[in-house]
């Protein structure tokens, strides 16, 4: 009985954590610019699914990437689990860009080259 209870209660947490995984997943609308100390802009907005689906990007690396020690990207890995601002300090560091130009360069930077996608300040920062 007691190997049961605990069993059942085990699987009951296993699956609300993958719901609110799942759920803040989905959930991203607008990002979240809590990093930077005084933000001038209001936060971009970026659908997450709906924009990978409509940018028909596959690969979760395109953004969420990961380089090895010799700064060469890791083609089968991710950084999903990841915010960019844990590896992007405000300042750039090396190679690595500051996290304000990391987004820039990242999202201009794939919507110039495809020539789709908002290039223009109150496009991602909109008001409201
Ligand atoms: C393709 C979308 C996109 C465009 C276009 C864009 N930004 Fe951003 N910008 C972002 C994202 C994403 C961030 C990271 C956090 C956030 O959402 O504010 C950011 C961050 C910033 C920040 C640092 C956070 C803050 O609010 O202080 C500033 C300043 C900024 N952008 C200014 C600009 C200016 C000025 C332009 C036009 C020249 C511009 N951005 C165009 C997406 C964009
Ligand atoms: C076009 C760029 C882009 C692509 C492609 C992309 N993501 Fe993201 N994702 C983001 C951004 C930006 C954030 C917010 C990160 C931040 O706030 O630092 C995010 C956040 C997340 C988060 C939440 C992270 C957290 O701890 O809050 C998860 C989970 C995630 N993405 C999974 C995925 C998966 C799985 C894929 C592939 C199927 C994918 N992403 C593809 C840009 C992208
Ligand atoms: C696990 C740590 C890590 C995470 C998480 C991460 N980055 Fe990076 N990023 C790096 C490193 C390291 C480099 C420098 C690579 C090199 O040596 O050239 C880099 C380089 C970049 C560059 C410049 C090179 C390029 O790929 O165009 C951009 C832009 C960038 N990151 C954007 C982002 C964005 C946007 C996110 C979040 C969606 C993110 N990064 C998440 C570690 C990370
Ligand atoms: C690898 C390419 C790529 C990257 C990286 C990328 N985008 Fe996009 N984005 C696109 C394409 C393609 C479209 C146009 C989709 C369509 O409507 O056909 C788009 C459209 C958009 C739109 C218009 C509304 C929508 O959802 O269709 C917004 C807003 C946007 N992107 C914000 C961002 C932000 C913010 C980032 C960075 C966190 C980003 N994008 C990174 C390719 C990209």
Redesign the pocket.
Known sequence: MKKAAILVSLVLTVSTLLWVTAWSQEDIVVLDASAFENSQRPPSVFVHEEHNEKAEIEDCNA?????DD????VEDES?ED???????GLDAE????GLM???????K?CHLEQKKGPIMCGECHQRG
């Open positions: 953004c969420h990437h990961v380089y010799e700064g060469k990207l950084s990841q915010l960019c601002s844990d590896c992007h090396g190679r690595q860009p130009k990391a987004f820039h360069v990242n999202c930077g």
